[in-house]
């Protein structure tokens, strides 16, 4: 059975390393400077000759109030008028992208992130979406798959009903924590309630998934009430759960600097809070899909799963990998064929760019053959927890054993530690191994022992 879990507690302690997360081979530490507009132009051309379907990204980086573990790209700002020269860049960017696509691509997945989205006036995420609508080959028969994310304390029923008018069907719901003392303790108050009426709101407005966000290891949390947490999550039913492990780099991330660092959970209370959260959600009947994901089993992504067609991409676990993915607004990252390109990650120099009729592509990178080869390896072990050797052979004619000779001593020793099943035909990613595959995965990035590892969260 795919979403079964051995928990081991020696193990985790072994090889609970900081790494990726592997929403791209090679990661965003990648990405540089000699990368710019030419290359995405080029990528666009390619993707309009070979009229590949496309995913959009939008992201909208503003909050009206500071989370302080959040380390997303963010402007705060209780000024609701901010988001209109942002909104007029942003549009300006959608006209400069979609003219060099063809209008047969269709966009299957649509993707609002941020900040937050809801953060926009109705008039603004009207305006936004026909223009979205009026420039690329969005589908009208809900047959998409079309995300926004949502803070309940930013929206309400007129708005839920808004979304659903507009295409969307798929709501993500920022939760992390129910407990009012761990709420102050980032400054993010939001009552069960709140959060209650959008879902109910979803539902019988039938959106056709919902997903909500936790995190474990924040301050003031503890074993028991986190547990009280999920049980309450587990009460409103959501289609798929994302259980993420808060990394506390206040080094890269000021909002994390007004958070004590003597309320955190100590390292072995952090395991004991997911350890819980695992049993729970699995005696509820929730499949563990990889990585902090869980889903119900007749969710699109556990019978991708189990179909082997599972995918991930820079907006996480997907059935759309086959996608372009077109990255729109401040720091938004594409991937267009073998190329990787982000946008500027700085407000004021992403407007000026766009207002100078310029795209606003800032760093990036072009796949080479050793990475397209390591990107298929690590993409099959982090979806579906096995690599077959002969495919990755056959696709990209090559030797396997030959061609990863000297990482064999490490995946014996993998397998010898009971993470992994290795054979001659391929690897199978064991019970015990699989909250651990990103540690599996480390072992194929070449670029791994060139990087500071402070950048990356740990694995669990």
């Known amino acids: ?14 090889y609970d390393l900081a790494g990726p997360r592997y929403t791209s081979y090679p990661t965003a530490v990648q990405f540089h400077s000699q990368v710019g507009t030419f290359d995405l132009l080029h990528a666009l051309r390619e993707s309009r000759k070979a009229l590949r379907p496309l995913s959009l990204y939008v992201h909208v980086p503003f909050c009206a109030n500071i989370c302080y573990y959040c380390a997303c790209n963010k402007v705060i700002t209780k000024d609701r008028g901010r988001a209109l020269p942002y909104l007029q860049r942003l549009e300006q960017e959608i006209q400069l992208i979609a003219c060099h696509l063809d209008p047969g691509q269709k966009v299957e997945q649509l993707h609002f992130g941020g900040g937050t989205p809801t953060f ?7 305006q936004l979406m026909g223009h979205l609508r009026q420039h690329f080959n969005l589908l009208d028969d809900d047959s998409g798959d ?6 309940p304390r930013e929206a309400d029923w007129s708005t839920m009903g808004l979304l659903r008018e507009l295409g969307f069907n798929r709501v993500s719901i920022g939760l992390q924590d129910l407990d009012p003392a761990v709420q102050r303790a980032v400054n993010r108050l939001q009552s069960l309630e709140e959060t209650r009426a959008v879902i109910e709101a979803a539902r019988t407005l039938q959106f056709r998934s919902i997903n909500i966000d936790l995190i474990y290891g924040l301050p003031k949390q503890t074993p028991d009430n986190f547990a009280r947490t999920v049980e309450e999550v587990i009460n409103l039913q959501p289609d798929r759960l994302s259980v993420f492990n808060y990394a506390h780099l206040p080094e890269r991330f000021m909002p994390q600097r007004r958070i004590n660092s003597h309320e955190l959970p100590a390292p072995a209370e952090k395991l004991q809070m997911l350890q819980r959260t695992i049993e729970q959600l699995t005696a509820a009947g929730y499949r563990y899909i990889g990585m902090d994901h869980f889903a119900l089993p007749d969710d699109e992504l556990a019978i991708a799963q189990e179909e082997s067609t599972l995918q991930r991409n820079f907006q996480g676990y997907t059935t759309h990998g086959h996608c372009d993915l077109i ?15 982000q946008n500027s990650s700085d407000l004021t120099q992403y407007q000026n760019l766009l207002g100078g009729a310029q795209l606003a592509t800032s760093r990036g990178l072009v796949c080479n053959q050793d990475d397209r080869v390591r990107r298929a390896v690590i993409q099959q072990l982090i979806c579906n927890f096995s690599l077959d050797f002969e495919a990755i052979e056959q696709q990209f004619n090559i030797d396997f054993r030959g061609y990863f000779g000297e990482l064999w001593p490490q995946l014996q020793a993998m397998a010898e530690d009971g993470l992994i099943k290795l054979s001659n035909e391929g690897i199978e990613v064991l019970p015990a191994g699989r909250l651990l595959v990103r540690s599996v995965c480390m072992v194929f990035d070449t670029y791994l022992e060139q990087q500071n590892r402070q950048r990356f969260s740990r694995v669990i």
Not at 1 to 14: E, K, Q, S, V
């Open 146 to 151: 079309y995300g926004i994310e949502i803070d």
């Open 120 to 126: 926009l006036s109705h008039d603004e995420l009207r």
């Open 1 to 14: 059975m795919l979403d079964a879990i051995r928990w081991d507690t020696d193990l985790i302690r072994r």
């Open 327 to 341: 990255g729109l607004g401040v720091s938004a990252i594409s991937q267009i064929g073998d190329l990787y390109c």
